[in-house]
DNA sequence: ATCGGCTCGCGCAA
DNA sequence: TGCGCGAAGCCGAT
């Protein structure tokens, strides 16, 4: 425990008595409510408090609404008195994304800045390395305390370690991306999502609360920085612009929320029956904006509940938004080898060793696989949808990842050419979710044996053959092949 | 259209 | 120690 952090109660940065929130309460005074669970927040770094304003480092949420690091933030600066701030730190290489996902996000952030402005919070983009450019700026802005987001990627959890050696205030992490806080749902990797089922639910009574409504910053500051042009810094040098932007799609909060109503009022009632024929539109497409934190998963599954609408639709989806993501961070979090065969459970790594040397009936190198040019018109088509789209539909991700196991010399090259053309090509590339289900696919994590079948040994094996029998290929290759 | 066998191991009841 | 059952299947028999 760390004093600096650590309120009276012994629950990290309280305020007030410490019990439990009403349901609504945006009309609540911030400075005698505790704001945020206490589950949520984890202290990374102790110290005293200096009197300069909060710094929230925002990354993985990226927006100015419904987001509990940044209410964390504003909750302490309220209790002392002093200004919030927000840190954008802009890498310009990141895990192989393109322009596509580069154009998205920044002008994800510039909606993002402008509403934090409206609010007298100053959003701040900076460039260069977190490790060397956060510990910059927080001394230059006299910072009092450091406030982030939550993200079970190595490369994330890298950052805020090498930042915390070169500060001396102090910081904490709030996880302001799952609706059960990762480290409290469970304590382990999970093996299945029947494992973590029952451990979210039991929490979520807890944890799935209205977000409290802040009124503007009383404590402004009078400068503004200007808000990120987008257009600008896609232009900087370094950016890998090999993959275009996707057209008629909105980025940003707004867009998100606005697609999150469409999907409530038209197409939600239908997602327990169309959700898994790619030919009907019946996911709900929101994975871009919750990847970049543009919407918040916990106001999503507040606005399916109130949708009041037909029952196995709305359990079928919250379990895919709530169980099934949830259990993709725990896997990312808990397994350090999320994205290589050597992180795959026992039986399917013994399995997959004895198949190693079996006969691959096609071969195809990266360039074969990433131009859609084998010799499966469903595998282009997917391929090709997610080349050109962004995205590809979540039934056929299986499929797609299952072959490129099939196709390729061996699971190494399997799992490597999966996530570089996923990080590549999706707007959802760099995702746990991502990582755990291409580890779903090739790895059988989080699934269960199957019958022995060469390459696959047991693990799972999907064919052309079972997708024409649950839905029309033909009209998938029509609307998205190569013609 | 529908059914059963295939196959492993976690978590819980006992 | 035994037992139920699982992140979206395949295949062949009926």
Redesign the pocket.
Known sequence: MIPALTGPAGRPFQFGNGKKHDADYGQQDPVNTPLVHPDRIRPVRGGQPGPGPVVYWMSRDQRAEDNWALIHARSLAAERDVPVRVLFCLVPSFLGATARQYGFMLRGLKETAASLHRDGIPFHLIRGNPPDEVPRFLEKAGAGALVTDFDPLRVKRDWLRRVCERITIPACLIDAHNIVPCWKASPKQ??????I??KIHRLLETFLEPFPRLPPQSVAPSRFPDLPDPDALLHAPGLDDSVPEVPNLRPGSAAGMALLDEFIRDRLSGYATD??DPNRPGQSGLSPWLHLGQIAPQRVALEIRAADQDDDSVRAFLE?LIV?RE??DN?CYYQPAYDAPTGI???AR?SSEAHRGDRRPFVYSLRELEEARTHDPLWNAAQNGMAVTGKMH??LR?YWAKKILEWTPDPETAWRTAILLNDKYSLDGRDP?GY??IA?SLGG????????RPVFG?I????L???R??FDVDQYVRTYGIS
């Open positions: 999970e093996y299945g999502a029947y494992t089922r029952p959700r898994n895919e099934r259990l993709s896997y459970p026992d039986w013994r979540g039934y299986m979710n755990a289900g779903w994590v989080h699934d269960r044996a199957w019958n022995t047991k799972r094996y999907m064919s053959g079972g997708c029998r649950k």
